[in-house]
Nanobody
Framework: QVQLVESGGGLVQAGESLRLSCAAT????????MGWYRQAPGKQRELVAT???????NYADSVKARFTISRDNAKKTVSLQMNSLKPEDTAVYYC???????????????WGQGTQVTVSS
């Protein structure tokens, strides 16, 4: 069974940094696009950043120049380095990946369980 396991959330003050990590476990044959999304209380889930297998990245305007997404294809991990955090970055952050499970013929989107990031002013 394929799972995405996240780590690295927490409580920080404005201006500080956090690094989120996510690892794909189980019968993973291949991973296509990976990314991070977030959902603040009372708001819809929104895209934060994505990265392709080849390393092409895409960021939400609100996090450009502050957040950096990276991946290790061999380790099946994706990370999000978050610098200069703001109170408006407070949300539950979710890892997402399009995964080809061993024995299946199509890619399926998977989600992590979510990790809380809280930024105090």
């Amino acid at each position: 069974q394929v799972q995405l396991v996240e780590s690295g959330g927490g409580l920080v003050q404005a201006g500080e940094s956090l690094r989120l990590s996510c690892a794909a476990t189980g019968s993973v044959f291949n991973i296509n696009r990976m990314g991070w999304y977030r959902q603040a209380p009372g708001k819809q889930r929104e895209l934060v950043a994505t990265i392709t297998t080849g390393g092409s990245t895409n960021y939400a305007d609100s996090v450009k120049a502050r957040f950096t997404i990276s991946r290790d294809n061999a380790k099946k991990t994706v990370s999000l380095q978050m610098n200069s955090l703001k109170p408006e970055d407070t949300a539950v952050y979710y890892c997402n990946a399009d995964i080809l499970e061993s024995g299946r013929g199509w890619y399926k989107p998977y989600w992590g369980q979510g990790t809380q990031v809280t930024v105090s002013s």
